[in-house]
């Protein structure tokens, strides 16, 4: 089911611009921007417990802590990118990184939890910004076989982040306290903001129409489905607040879908759902993303709080976990090369299944290393499988000129999945979130296995046969 575009091979070469001797410099810094961003998203979670007992956050606000970043960094994504077309790319890149300096200062700084949460929105802001200019800097920065290995460092930033993330997050949390996670950013972003300028060159600007309704719209429709699924674990899932917030969700995301279709310049061309490789894709990352945040979610609590672990040790104990992810995006993108996408996606689910059954069992007693550690390991090493065969899918299966449609709609339901996925986890898991008992993060464990299971069995369905041909031109 490759696809490749008819006019690719006849197309006149057009000479490369020449290269910008200051390219590699760039792209080093242009990552490690990306880098915090990615960061942010698991270095926060092993700080939860410490971050409730000094603010006093209960369930909702600890959940929101994690979602609210997601949820801003998804929902404004492809608003970010149209901003940077519209104002030029590092111009875009510069606003976004000062938005989420100042936001990590501000959220280091909080003294309650609405300060906190505010904060956490603002840093999602900022990254909205500043990735989609990111990358659109590096795309248009190289070119030929030197895009391809720029775009391969770009994109194994990802794996690392989060893998650092839940050690660094336990390192300073442990050490100076939990704020750190916020102001180790601040040094990192003013020394951004001040080389940047000097190794990436200023592009005109091209002509864009911002579709801001639509963005506000499908943010709020997600922030709504969050807000509800959260609720539903305080007044059930037939309390009026959870079934008000559902409904608002519903309302407005059909009013986003209204608007799009009207709109001249849609922020999200709907029309890419029907193309089943973007489908396919966008489903598995919204799964793989929703479950791997939601492994560090109630990992990091049921450590913390069930078993009495620092927060160093639960960083240490995450460790194993992160690089099992890496490796399994290592062995994914092997196994989609030679056996293909849906035989990947299949497997790849359905050993993060396997993995997780264990984790139905836990207890407030017993090893830690022989009982949560193995199956968090074994069901990331799935994990990492699905994400690469979700990109590979969405991008190299459809035409030339729609892999940037394509990559802005996965990575919005990158951020978006792990909004959703933590939002129903810590509903499932409220009675361990809040009085510390194991069942709860049982629970929450069996609902997860049962979604990568039956994942694994649309998956067989959804997902395109063939084996992906991911070159250059489909890798923006």
């Known amino acids: ?168 997050g336990g390192v300073l949390t442990d050490g100076p306290g939990w704020q750190w996670v916020f102001y180790v950013n601040v040094p990192v972003g003013v020394l951004l903001l001040a080389l940047l300028p000097a190794f990436v060159a200023a592009r005109p600007p091209r002509p864009a129409r911002l579709d801001l309704p639509g963005a506000l719209l499908v943010t709020a429709g997600t922030g709504a489905l969050i807000y509800g699924l959260v609720k539903a674990g305080d007044t059930g899932w037939s309390g009026a607040a959870t079934l008000l917030s559902l409904a608002g969700a519903v309302v407005l995301y059909g009013a986003f879908a209204v608007v799009e279709r009207a709109s001249r310049t849609p922020l999200m061309d709907l029309r890419m759902f029907t193309r089943r490789p973007v489908l396919a894709g966008s489903f598995l990352m919204l799964i793989a993303t929703a479950l791997l945040i939601s492994f560090f979610f109630l990992g990091s609590v049921y450590l913390q709080k069930v078993r009495g672990l620092s927060a160093l040790e639960t960083g240490l104990v995450f460790l194993p976990v992160a690089v099992a992810t890496a490796l399994g995006a290592h062995l994914g993108s092997h196994f989609v090369g030679r056996l293909g996408s849906r035989p990947t996606a299949v497997a790849g689910m359905a050993v993060a299944a396997v993995g997780l059954v264990p984790l139905t069992r836990l207890s407030a007693d017993g090893s830690v290393y022989t009982g949560l550690l193995p199956g ?101």
């Open 1 to 168: 089911m490759t696809h490749s575009a008819p006019d690719a091979a006849h197309a006149p070469a057009h000479p490369s611009p020449p290269a910008d001797p200051r390219r590699w410099a760039a792209l080093a810094l242009i990552c490690v921007a990306q880098f915090m961003l990615i960061l942010d998203v698991t270095v926060v979670t092993v700080a939860l417990p410490d971050m409730a007992v000094d603010l006093d956050l209960g369930r909702q606000s600890l959940t929101w802590v994690v979602t609210a970043y997601t949820l801003c960094f998804g929902g404004l994504m492809l608003l970010g990118g149209r901003l940077a077309d519209a104002l030029g790319a590092r111009r875009t890149l510069l606003a976004g990184l000062a938005v989420f300096t100042l936001a990590s200062l501000v959220t280091g700084l909080a003294v309650n939890a609405p300060m906190l949460i505010g904060g956490r929105v603002a840093q999602g802001v900022g990254a909205a910004l500043l990735s989609p200019a990111a990358l659109s800097l590096v795309t248009t920065t190289f070119h030929g076989a030197e895009r391809n290995k720029a775009l391969g460092v770009w994109a194994a930033i990802g794996g690392a982040g989060s893998a650092l993330g839940v050690l660094l």
């Open 376 to 476: 968090l390991a074994v069901a990331s090493l799935g994990i990492g499988a699905v994400f690469v065969t979700a990109t590979t899918t969405a991008l190299a299966m459809v035409e030339h000129r729609e892999a940037g449609l394509a990559s802005g709609v996965v990575n919005t339901f990158h951020e978006v999945g792990g909004s959703i996925g933590v939002a129903v986890v810590s509903t499932v898991a409220a009675t361990g979130i809040e009085g510390g008992a194991a069942s709860g993060f049982t629970d929450a464990f069996l609902l997860c296995a049962v979604a990568a299971g039956v994942s694994a069995v649309l998956a067989i369905g959804l997902v395109p046969q063939g084996k992906p041909q991911l070159s250059g031109p489909h890798a923006h």
